[in-house]
């Protein structure tokens, strides 16, 4: 209430409606609209304690999520307080794979990557670009796989899919090796981190493309954003919506390509053929 007596000081509290979102593992997040005017929805996020001990809170808070509205990549922002902030919340719905695969919406998708990959240390408080994902993967996973927390143990998914808790760890150090020589050859970039299908919502009445969540914002290759793009949606997901895995993922990802280097700053259209090298 404090909040929107802020933010809002002419609703009438009366006609105010408060619905918890739910699903998300880092924040507790609240829309709240009023009735009077259906079009001025505002999200109220409050950070997880839990995400303190891998993410720079107060850096997001003061650097990060402003500046990114200055870009024109998230939405407007309301207010900070102690443990979160408010903004405008983003109408549409999160993307299926079909929609995903529609030019009308991945190239808005890669436009928006194009304005916030250049991002420099120096707007958000940092001295250089040091690579964020692979503290951030083994930060939640040390606190996952903790020997006080039984569930890694019991839960059937973690097993399957990790084995034991010195295995996970195995695998986490041949990852960084690898991330490492990449990041060598590559260089870094201010990526997403995240943005696969459900971090992107699609407003069919205004035809805009908004990517959520910038919670693990920071400093990684730029491929980073392509495989969380697809990675989580162009396999399992598109065979179940009836899209051919292999002819029509194929193309897809192609013209995406194709697309991203053509619009890159620095690659550009000049430099990119149709030719395909294994």
């Known amino acids: 209430k404090d909040i929107l007596q802020k933010i809002r000081p002419t609703w009438n509290f009366?006609?105010?409606?408060?619905?918890?979102?739910?699903?998300?593992?880092?924040?507790?997040?609240?829309?709240?609209?009023?009735e009077a005017d259906s079009d001025d929805k505002i999200l109220i996020r409050s950070f997880s304690p839990f995400t303190y001990s891998y993410l720079d809170?107060?850096?997001?808070?003061?650097?990060?999520?402003?500046?990114?509205?200055?870009?024109?990549?998230?939405?407007?922002?309301?207010?900070?307080?102690?443990?979160?902030?408010?903004?405008?919340f983003e109408e549409g719905n999160v993307l299926t794979p079909k929609q995903?695969?529609?030019?009308?919406?991945?190239?808005?998708?890669?436009?928006?990557?194009?304005?916030?990959?250049?991002?420099?240390?120096?707007?958000?408080?940092?001295?250089?670009?040091?690579?964020?994902?692979?503290?951030?993967?083994?930060?939640?996973?040390?606190?996952?796989?903790?020997?006080?927390?039984?569930?890694?143990?019991?839960d059937e998914r973690c097993v399957k899919v990790f084995g034991s808790r010195e295995d996970l760890f195995k695998q986490l150090d041949v990852g960084g090796k690898y991330h490492r020589e990449i990041e060598e050859e590559f260089g870094l970039a201010f990526v997403h981190a995240d943005c696969h299908m459900e971090n992107i919502v699609y407003n069919e009445a205004t035809g805009k493309v908004s990517l959520l969540d910038w919670d693990v914002v920071g400093y990684d290759v730029e491929a980073l954003d392509i495989a969380t793009n697809w990675a989580r949606d162009v396999t399992g997901q598109f065979t179940a919506a009836g899209i051919d895995i292999i002819s029509g993922v194929d193309d897809f990802q192609r013209d995406w390509m194709k697309y991203y280097l053509e619009t890159h700053p620095v690659i550009g259209k000049e430099k990119v053929t149709d030719e395909i090298s294994e």
């Not at 105010?16 to 609209?33: D, E, P």
């Open 14 to 34: 009366d006609d105010v409606n408060i619905k918890v979102l739910s699903g998300g593992l880092q924040n507790a997040m609240w829309i709240v609209g009023n």
């Open 57 to 88: 809170r107060e850096r997001e808070l003061k650097h990060i999520q402003p500046l990114l509205h200055s870009y024109g990549v998230r939405a407007p922002i309301y207010c900070f307080f102690k443990n979160g902030f408010a903004y405008k």
């Open 100 to 154: 995903l695969m529609d030019p009308i919406i991945y190239k808005q998708i890669i436009d928006l990557m194009h304005r916030y990959h250049p991002i420099e240390p120096t707007e958000i408080g940092l001295e250089k670009k040091e690579a964020c994902f692979p503290k951030q993967v083994v930060a939640v996973t040390a606190a996952a796989a903790a020997d006080d927390c039984a569930s890694f143990d019991t």
